[in-house]
């Protein structure tokens, strides 16, 4: 089993930045790929960005590209999403994931283990 927390939720005006964490805990954090999908209002949980268990290949939705960043710290047992120029349509609630394997993966069935999620409301 991995337990997952995320932290660093808030409320920030459009053009802001904020850091998102996951703090892992459980079987060994490294052996598992990470992803972070966000669900707002209405809407279906959509892929926002994922990286592999070492942190040396990453990806990330379209809409995201050139703003947010995954990384991560496995001394630390933590997935990080640091977003910049956050516009009002990214405000959600952001899910940190993780796999059984190793590679990154965009789709949310192929995670076994899904955080509480936090709120990010972006104000325009």
């Known amino acids: 089993q991995v337990q997952l927390v995320e932290s660093g939720g808030g409320l920030v005006q459009a053009g802001g930045s904020l850091r998102l964490s996951c703090a892992a805990s459980?079987?060994?954090?490294?052996?598992?790929?990470m992803g972070w999908f966000r669900q707002a209002p209405g809407k279906e949980r959509e892929f926002v960005a994922t990286?592999?268990?070492?942190?040396?290949?990453?990806d990330c939705a379209d809409s995201v590209k050139g703003r947010f960043t995954i990384s991560r710290d496995n001394a630390k047992n933590t997935v990080y999403l640091q977003m910049n120029s956050l516009k009002p349509e990214d405000t959600a609630v952001y899910y940190c994931a993780a796999r059984r394997q190793l590679g990154g993966s965009y789709e949310s069935s192929e995670y076994a283990y899904w955080g509480q999620g936090t709120q990010v409301t972006v104000s325009s």
């Open positions: 990286i592999n268990w070492i942190g040396s290949s990453t």
């Open positions: 459980g079987r060994t954090f490294a052996h598992n790929a």
